[in-house]
T-cell receptor
Framework: DAGVTQSPTHLIKTRGQQVTLRCSPKSGHDTVSWYQQALGQGPQFIFQYYEEEERQRGNFPDRFSGHQFPNYSSELNVNALLLGDSALYLC???????????FGSGTQLSVL | GIQVEQSPPDLILQEGANSTLRCNFSDSVNNLQWFHQNPWGQLINLFYIPSGTKQNGRLSATTVATERYSLLYISSSQTTDSGVYFCAVEDGGSNYKLTFGKGTLLTVNP
């Protein structure tokens, strides 16, 4: 039973570029959430997708957008990258109503 | 929004010792989870425990929702227990968003 998988594992971009991160949820899960974790901090909620719709959004600018596909996989897009976007981006999946989150290994994004 | 405070921020133990990590939260919660983040960044879900007590091997957790705190107990610690332990809560109005504390960095020395 595959857990949550994320790609790529590492990414280096320059300021102003755009990036797309990908996530496949744990088998049987239908809800995907994205979190940003800065060095030395706890993860911060970006948004959650269910039934291909953004269900709730955290305190992140519109440069952060996402998508969920019919097979429940998800993408996180970040436009006009800033140095401050450098962080570990974590994807978590769950079953609607169940509450318990399972996390992927993350994508380490470095913006130079 | 809801505030989550974890203590202590850092903890150093010798292998075999026991420890208690605390999580205080500022409002009523629907959902409380404990996670362990290993040195490679992987977040492992330890407990889903909005109230009551659960045990899993050497780990156990207790949440007293009415007093707005949760405790994570680690007994007979091993070097593989090292890493950061996070408490995360979902407040009553949020439904879907987990708010994390800053974590407790645990180092277990052989």
């Amino acid at each position: 039973d595959a857990g949550v998988t994320q790609s790529p594992t590492h990414l280096i971009k320059t300021r102003g570029q755009q990036v797309t991160l990908r996530c496949s949820p744990k088998s049987g899960h239908d809800t995907v959430s994205w979190y940003q974790q800065a060095l030395g901090q706890g993860p911060q909620f970006i948004f959650q997708y269910y039934e291909e719709e953004e269900r709730q959004r955290g305190n992140f600018p519109d440069r952060f957008s996402g998508h969920q596909f019919p097979n429940y996989s998800s993408e996180l897009n970040v436009n006009a990258l800033l140095l401050g976007d450098s962080a570990l981006y974590l994807c978590a999946s769950s079953l609607v109503g169940a509450g318990k989150l399972f996390f992927g290994s993350g994508t380490q994004l470095s913006v130079l | 929004g809801i505030q989550v405070e974890q203590s202590p921020p850092d903890l150093i133990l010798q292998e075999g010792a026991n420890s208690t990590l605390r999580c205080n939260f500022s409002d009523s919660v629907n959902n409380l989870q404990w996670f362990h983040q290993n040195p490679w960044g992987q977040l492992i879900n330890l407990f889903y425990i909005p109230s009551g007590t659960k045990q899993n091997g050497r780990l156990s957790a207790t949440t007293v929702a009415t007093e707005r705190y949760s405790l994570l107990y680690i007994s007979s610690s091993q070097t593989t227990d090292s890493g950061v332990y996070f408490c995360a809560v979902e407040d009553g109005g949020s439904n879907y968003k987990l708010t994390f504390g800053k974590g407790t960095l645990l180092t277990v020395n052989p």
